[in-house]
């Protein structure tokens, strides 16, 4: 699958609501602002890294990156190692 923030951002609400947590309450507990909260729901795309994956962890959502095998992956970045998948 391809995340994008705005999918990012509705699973992060989905989960913050079926826990019964205020955005106020998330962004205490991941030490990070409301306003950021407010934005990484939203799909903000320039939501920084490092926030974001402490409130998945604070969610306890899972992140997994599967990277190409060695072989697979061209030597220098092209448009077809560069397209995103469908």
Partial sequence: MYYTPENIGELIKKVRKSK????????????T???FIVD?????PTCELG?????????????SLD???IDEAPKRPTSRFLKRPQ
């Fill in 20 to 31: 019964g947590v205020t955005q106020t309450d998330l962004a205490t507990a991941s030490g």
């Fill in 33 to 35: 602002g409301l306003r």
């Fill in 40 to 44: 990484l729901e939203k799909g903000k």
């Fill in 51 to 63: 926030k974001t994956l402490r409130v998945l962890q604070t969610c306890g959502i899972k992140l």
């Fill in 67 to 69: 990277p190409p095998s």
